[in-house]
């Protein structure tokens, strides 16, 4: 059962993500973008993700995970856009640990635990571009999360059989916002007249402590894009 200031501390995290929303599409609608270009379109995207501490040690293992989800892009000018996404986007690490038999014996060597955060995603993204046929790009994005699961597991070579292949429920130990930064170069082609092929990647941050009071996420993504441009005409 949640406490009052928990309740408190999760309603204000939850304000700060509506506020920064709201002040991306008040500032949208406070530019003049008659003419600009706009984009719709779908993305795909591997995380390879991790995790790090800044008090604890940093021995944790890289995991890959996909995701994907739909976006939204505004041009302001001819080298400068900004736009949102919606993605379901999947983090987790994996640690060595020491393991006992059954019987309580010391078993040699380390076994993987795998664990897995799976977020819904709301990015929101500032980028500067140069369109030489070929349209290069750079940017940062803000990206809160709000989580919709968490597990961890074991391989089936765990010597205590009875852990051995199964998943673990540990939602309820991680936070349920989770706010990162992530910088992206990319590079986009054109395919005819209002298409768009883009191909990004990008440095995840976590600035939020995400698990176990102490645990952030980090990593690096890898995303391919589907964009049309979208008239309102």
């Not at 944790?60 to 993605?87: C, D, P, T, W």
């Not at 640690?95 to 990015?123: C, M, Q, R, W």
């Not at 290069?136 to 059989?161: C, E, T, W």
Request: charged share 15%; net charge neutral.
């Amino acid at each position: 059962m949640l406490r009052l200031n928990q309740i408190q501390i999760i309603f204000r995290r939850r304000s700060i993500v509506f506020t920064c929303h709201m002040l991306a599409l008040l500032l949208c609608s406070s530019l003049d973008l008659t003419g600009q270009k706009r984009f719709v379109g779908v993305k795909f995207q591997m995380n390879r993700s991790g995790a790090y501490s800044d008090d604890l040690y940093n021995d944790h293992e890289y995991i890959s995970r996909f995701g994907g989800g739909i976006m939204f892009e505004q041009y302001v000018n001819k080298h400068f856009s900004m736009g949102a996404e919606l993605i379901y986007n999947p983090l987790g690490y994996s640690d060595l640990v020491e393991a006992k038999d059954e019987n309580g014996n010391d078993v040699t060597g380390t076994f993987p635990v795998y664990y897995h955060f799976n977020y819904i995603s709301l990015p929101m993204k500032l980028s500067v571009l140069f369109d030489q046929g070929v349209i290069f790009y750079s940017g940062v994005d803000l990206i809160p999360s709000f989580l919709i699961n968490a597990n961890y597991s074991v391989g089936d070579d765990f010597p205590v059989k009875s852990l051995a292949g199964h998943n673990y429920n540990i939602t309820s130990e991680v936070r349920k916002l989770n706010l990162a930064v992530s910088p992206q170069i990319g590079v986009g082609f054109h395919l005819g007249k209002k298409n768009l092929l883009c191909f990004s990647a990008g440095y995840y941050l976590g600035l939020t402590n995400n698990f176990k009071d102490y645990l952030k996420n980090q990593g690096f993504s890898f995303s391919l894009a589907l964009k049309r441009e979208w008239s309102s005409n």
